[in-house]
């Protein structure tokens, strides 16, 4: 079965500081990989997703990740914290579907603040 | 495309009254879900549905009812709401089960409080 451990709660970050926020997952299987961003009363945006043509994956907003099998890692960084970066995170896994079975597994979320 | 959208926003209900939430979209995705959003817990999976008439239990299904009659709603019902049904209710859509990284589309949510 798949699952997800993010491993901060909060990060609290300088504008213009690097943001590195770390997720490891579990899976027996080739597992596909987002990371998605909920700010305040907002619904969940996808930021990037792993898709194996690269282990370096770029979102949007300056927001990369990168796919690391051995460690069972997808961190995600971006060098430059801006104000608008605050929000919660979401690591989400996934393995490949199986018949009709197919359900995402979610980390807890990293709430983000950027200190002025 | 107006994507995934969730009616009602925001719902206070009194303990064991019943409601339906709404989800519809319009990008003709097979696979639609309901998740709960509980503080520090993450997304957690309550019912999908891999296509008109095919519905399956996730990991907390217990209170709720979903159906699916069409590629394009798919309603929530909460049969008698409990306090520990209080909560934020997204819906989402994929394409399909095939492509392995394909994303998943959310609604914008709706605010569901029992008193």
């Known amino acids: ?116 | 495309n107006a994507g995934v959208t969730q009616t009602p926003k925001f719902q206070v209900l009194k303990t064991g009254q019943s409601m339906t939430l709404q989800c519809a979209q319009d990008m003709n995705h097979e696979y639609m879900s309901w998740y709960r959003q509980d503080p520090g817990m993450g997304l957690r999976l309550i019912h999908y549905s891999v296509g008109a008439g095919i519905t399956d239990q996730g990991e907390v299904p217990n209170g709720y009812n979903v159906s699916r009659s069409t590629t394009e709603d798919f309603p929530l019902r909460l049969l008698s709401a409990a306090p520990s049904q209080t909560s934020v209710y997204f819906c989402a859509s994929r394409p399909g089960l095939a492509g392995t990284y394909n994303e998943q589309f959310f609604g914008p949510g709706t605010r569901l409080t029992v008193l």
Not at chain 1, 24 to 37: C, R, T
Not at chain 1, 53 to 71: H, P, Q, R, Y
Not at chain 1, 89 to 110: E, H
């Open chain 1, 1 to 116: 079965a798949q699952s997800v451990t993010q491993l901060d709660s909060h990060v609290s970050v300088s504008e213009g500081t690097p943001v590195l926020l770390r997720c490891n997952y579990s899976s027996s299987y080739s597992p596909s990989l987002f990371w998605y961003v909920q700010h305040p009363n907002k619904g969940l945006q996808l930021l990037l997703k792993y898709t194996s043509a690269a282990t370096l994956v770029k979102g949007i907003n300056g927001f990369e990740a990168e796919f690391k099998k051995s460690e069972t890692s997808f961190h995600l960084t971006k060098p430059s914290a801006h104000m608008s970066d605050a929000a919660e995170y979401f690591c989400v896994v996934s393995d490949p579907p199986r018949g009709n079975d197919y359900k995402l597994s979610f980390g807890a979320g990293t709430t983000v603040t950027v200190r002025a």
